[in-house]
């Protein structure tokens, strides 16, 4: 009989509890298997790193053993692993959340290499089929909101001051004993959003005022707030980060210009208060007379 081959393997953008209850549930029904987490070191389209998906994987609570380098480059895929096994003997089983299906049929309707593993029936080799254990959806709470991706997280993590990001870091990784360094990395990879406290400011300044203003002046001021929200400004990334000093200056440029927008973005807001404050005056002013 051949060897069991659990591979759990995903994005980690970042690690989190969801992460983290899909690998427990993964090792406490194949406690005898080779167990393997596993992710790819693409940064293309995604901002973490591979050595930084592996840190924070171990200080949310996974074994060091279980996380060996080895990158794969796709998750469905993970033949840089395989590899290592006899496809004609051993068992390969690729651990997914029920959030994150896989087709068990081809376009044409006959069954596809990766079936639902169900722990009964006799299983074949991997040079045959692969088996998908699925782990149940686990939903959590970061500052009293709930999350289940990883999205949620970046998005809710952008949009936090330090305070409240430090408080996220404790929540996702309560036994680290390494927070603030944590909260240094995930500030660096997805922490590159920040509202400025002028902002924050005539935001709070803003919300008594649109009860007193015109519809047109309400769609105006959201439409600011809403540009405002979704400018991010990018991390400083090292030259190593950088292929040529071309693409530094173009970054140094584009940097300029952002923070040019988000400064003109203020003034805009801060003008829009200054009319909507005469004209609440105004008005308060003409009801005034009319009572008289």
Partial sequence: MGKTVVIYAGGFQPFHRGHLSSYIQAKKAFPD????????????ERPIPYEVKKYLATQAGVRPEDFPDIVVKSPLNPKEILSKYDPNEDIYVLVRSERDPVNYTKKDGTPGYYQ??????????????????????????????????????????????DKERLNIVTQLYPDSNEHRKIKAVLDKYIGNYMVSEKIQNLIRQIKPLLKEATP???????????????????????????????????????????????????????TQIKNL???????????YTEEK
Avoid: C
């Fill in 216 to 270: 047109e002046q309400k769609v105006k001021l959201l439409t600011l707030l809403e540009e405002a929200k979704r400018r991010e400004i990018p991390n400083s990334p090292t030259k190593e980060q950088l292929q040529t000093e071309r693409r530094i200056e173009i970054l140094e440029y584009d940097m300029k210009a952002l923070f040019d927008r988000i400064d003109k973005i203020e003034k805009a807001l801060s």
């Fill in 277 to 287: 404050e005469l004209t609440t005056g105004l008005a308060e002013t003409k009801d």
């Fill in 33 to 44: 298997a080779d167990f393997y987490v596993a992710t790819s070191a693409d940064v293309k």
């Fill in 116 to 161: 639902p593993w169900t722990g009964k029936d006799k299983k074949n080799s991997f040079d045959k089929n692969g088996y998908v254990f699925v782990t149940s959806k686990h939903d959590f709470k970061l500052n009293g909101q709930d999350v289940f991706s990883g999205t949620q997280v970046r998005n809710l993590y952008k949009n936090s001051d």
